[in-house]
């Protein structure tokens, strides 16, 4: 299995699928700050109204991961999604290209995947124990946050990953109506622990997790 290219393949394919679309509703800009210009910030937050809806009907028809797919058969200038809508997608991908291995990393403000082989990752880790896996050739595919790099990286690429977005002026939705800087909401991640879900066995089959995860 080649990790590294897997999961950069998982990460293509998703944001390829939302790209052309509203994207998502939990990402917009501050008028007050950042180097974006005054039409990509009018234009972002204009599409995230729109996604905003768009997310919220798609969710309230969601109750298993195969009607969680009913993403896929709407028009491309429908299409939104915010980090779940993008794994899922991702993950879609992968079971059609029977890729194997891939884990579901799960907190409580966000989702991505994670290709990684036996052993595998513990059930539960705080994004500060992912050093622990240097040695590992186990590869993240977060394409919400567009990054693609070593399991152990994960936590700096996330932080220069805000750090970027902050100096456009990116803040990320906390509810309806509040949102923060992107480097405050990026330190939230660094908080309490991640649940690791097994989403592919080692021959590119969904587990039996897969389906009690979105069943949930």
Same mark, same amino acid.
């Given at each position: 299995?080649?990790?590294?290219?897997?999961?950069?393949?998982? =990460?293509?394919?998703?944001?390829?699928?939302?790209?052309?679309?509203?994207?998502?509703?939990?990402?917009?800009?501050?008028?007050?700050?950042?180097?974006?210009?005054?039409?990509?910030?009018?234009? =972002?937050?204009?599409?995230?109204?729109?996604?905003?809806?768009?997310?919220?009907?798609?969710?309230?028809?969601?109750?298993?991961?195969?009607?969680?797919?009913?993403?896929?058969?709407?028009?491309?200038?429908?299409?939104?999604?915010?980090?779940?809508?993008?794994?899922?997608?991702?993950?879609?991908?992968?079971?059609?290209? =029977?890729?194997?291995?891939?884990?579901?990393?799960?907190?409580?403000?966000?989702?991505?995947?994670?290709?990684?082989?036996?052993?595998?990752?513990?059930?539960?880790?705080?994004?500060?124990?992912?050093?622990?896996?240097?040695?590992?050739?186990?590869?993240?595919?977060?394409?919400?946050?567009?990054?693609?790099?070593?399991?152990?990286?994960?936590?700096?690429?996330?932080?220069?990953?805000?750090?970027?977005?902050?100096?456009?002026?990116?803040?990320?939705?906390?509810?309806?109506?509040?949102?923060?800087?992107?480097?405050?909401?990026?330190?939230?991640?660094?908080?309490?622990?991640?649940?690791?879900?097994?989403?592919?066995?080692?021959?590119?089959?969904?587990?039996?997790?897969?389906?009690?995860?979105?069943?949930?």
């Amino acid at each position: 299995m080649n990790e590294m290219e897997h999961a950069r393949f998982l =990460r293509d394919y998703s944001r390829l699928f939302f790209k052309n679309s509203f994207k998502t509703c939990n990402k917009t800009y501050s008028m007050s700050y950042g180097t974006a210009t005054l039409s990509k910030k009018v234009a =972002r937050l204009n599409y995230s109204r729109v996604a905003y809806d768009l997310v919220g009907h798609y969710r309230d028809m969601y109750d298993n991961f195969d009607s969680f797919l009913l993403l896929t058969s709407c028009p491309r200038l429908a299409r939104a999604g915010n980090c779940e809508e993008y794994y899922g997608i991702a993950l879609k991908y992968g079971f059609e290209n =029977r890729i194997e291995n891939i884990w579901l990393a799960d907190h409580e403000m966000h989702g991505f995947l994670i290709l990684a082989a036996d052993p595998g990752i513990s059930a539960t880790l705080t994004l500060n124990e992912f050093c622990q896996y240097e040695t590992y050739n186990y590869w993240v595919c977060d394409p919400w946050f567009n990054i693609h790099c070593r399991m152990h990286l994960y936590g700096l690429m996330a932080t220069l990953k805000s750090s970027q977005w902050e100096s456009e002026g990116k803040e990320i939705y906390k509810d309806e109506y509040n949102s923060e800087r992107a480097t405050l909401w990026c330190q939230r991640l660094f908080i309490g622990n991640m649940s690791f879900h097994r989403m592919t066995d080692n021959n590119g089959q969904p587990t039996a997790g897969l389906y009690d995860f979105f069943s949930r």
